[in-house]
């Protein structure tokens, strides 16, 4: 089971966007703001609540309460009402569109999704400014650290919905994906992470995935062939090397293992 956070950590790193204005804007207290009922977004937005409450509502149906410690994504094509609170509303703002639109990753990136940050962020707060400053620049450079800097948001945003909802096993499972990363090139069973830590298979193999959207020895397999991946192409070493190298003694076995997951044979990457 993929979580929301997980899949659009995918979509942004498999669909470009192209990142237009950076905004911050007040509105005033109790307000109804009805621009866009009529004339539908023609952008993704990322929206990050920094004052008061508004409820925003898309296409009549959608709605959405925000306060500090809330983002909102995407919202392309969309009729959209926003209902501001008593104390009105304030809100950094980030226009975005996926560079093919028609894609699964797009379409997924053009939904709305709320998520969870800590309700006072000073990295986003910061992040938020630096963009502003570069997205006033018609200097190339900055223009792309407007982008780079998108990336780092979102990343940022997506990696505290992550925390928000793991907040009792994250430790536990940076610490199981970081030994994981030492010792990839020696044997490895679920029995063995899981006792590592005092737990059940069962249990732990849940939090794992709940974390990081894959099984530990999904995890496991994909760290070991994405570091054979880089060795390959360096076109320094054979196949049997590689294999040994990132923790299967089996040749044949690590090469099936290869093009089941990578879509070629592991001799296709060596130069």
Same mark, same amino acid.
């Given at each position: 089971?993929?979580?929301?956070? &997980?899949?659009?950590?995918?979509?942004?790193? /498999?669909?470009?966007?192209?990142?237009?204005?950076?905004?911050? =804007? &007040?509105? &005033?207290?109790?307000? +109804?703001?009805?621009?866009?009922?009529?004339?539908?977004?023609?952008?993704?937005?990322? $929206?990050?609540?920094?004052? !008061?409450?508004?409820?925003?509502? @898309?296409?009549?149906?959608?709605? @959405?309460?925000?306060?500090?410690?809330?983002?909102?994504? !995407? !919202?392309?094509? /969309?009729?959209?009402?926003?209902? =501001?609170?008593?104390?009105?509303?304030?809100? !950094?703002?980030?226009?975005?569109?996926?560079?093919?639109?028609?894609?699964?990753?797009?379409?997924? %990136?053009?939904?709305?999704?709320?998520?969870?940050?800590?309700?006072?962020?000073?990295?986003?707060?910061?992040?938020?400014?630096?963009?502003?400053?570069?997205?006033?620049?018609?200097?190339?450079?900055?223009?792309?650290?407007?982008? =780079?800097? @998108?990336?780092? %948001? $979102?990343?940022?945003?997506?990696?505290?919905?992550?925390?928000?909802?793991?907040?009792?096993?994250?430790?536990?499972?940076?610490?199981?994906?970081?030994? +994981?990363?030492?010792?990839?090139?020696?044997?490895?069973?679920?029995?063995?992470?899981?006792?590592?830590?005092?737990?059940?298979?069962?249990?732990?193999?849940? %939090?794992?995935?709940?974390?990081?959207?894959?099984?530990?020895?999904?995890?496991?397999?994909?760290?070991?062939?994405?570091?054979?991946?880089?060795?390959?192409?360096?076109?320094?070493?054979?196949?049997?090397?590689?294999?040994?190298?990132?923790?299967?003694?089996?040749?044949?076995?690590?090469?099936?293992? @290869?093009?089941?997951?990578?879509?070629?044979?592991?001799?296709?990457?060596?130069?």
């Amino acid at each position: 089971m993929a979580y929301p956070h &997980e899949e659009l950590a995918q979509a942004f790193v /498999k669909q470009p966007v192209e990142v237009f204005g950076v905004y911050r =804007t &007040e509105m &005033e207290a109790s307000t +109804i703001y009805d621009g866009h009922v009529d004339r539908p977004t023609t952008k993704c937005a990322v $929206i990050i609540s920094l004052r !008061g409450q508004a409820e925003f509502i @898309f296409n009549d149906t959608e709605r @959405f309460k925000l306060e500090p410690g809330k983002v909102l994504l !995407g !919202g392309m094509q /969309k009729k959209l009402e926003i209902h =501001t609170g008593s104390q009105g509303f304030e809100y !950094g703002l980030l226009h975005y569109i996926p560079v093919r639109i028609g894609t699964e990753n797009a379409q997924r %990136l053009m939904e709305v999704q709320m998520l969870q940050t800590p309700p006072q962020s000073p990295e986003l707060v910061q992040l938020l400014e630096k963009l502003q400053k570069a997205s006033s620049s018609p200097d190339t450079m900055m223009l792309l650290e407007k982008k =780079t800097l @998108f990336y780092q %948001l $979102i990343n940022r945003i997506l990696q505290s919905e992550r925390m928000q909802l793991n907040k009792s096993s994250y430790s536990l499972v940076e610490e199981a994906t970081a030994y +994981i990363h030492d010792h990839f090139d020696e044997p490895i069973t679920l029995h063995q992470l899981a006792e590592r830590f005092g737990l059940k298979p069962k249990y732990f193999s849940s %939090l794992f995935q709940r974390y990081t959207g894959i099984g530990p020895i999904d995890y496991l397999i994909q760290y070991r062939l994405n570091r054979a991946h880089e060795l390959l192409m360096t076109g320094q070493f054979t196949v049997a090397a590689v294999a040994i190298s990132v923790g299967y003694q089996d040749a044949y076995y690590f090469s099936r293992l @290869f093009k089941k997951h990578k879509g070629s044979s592991p001799g296709f990457f060596q130069f």
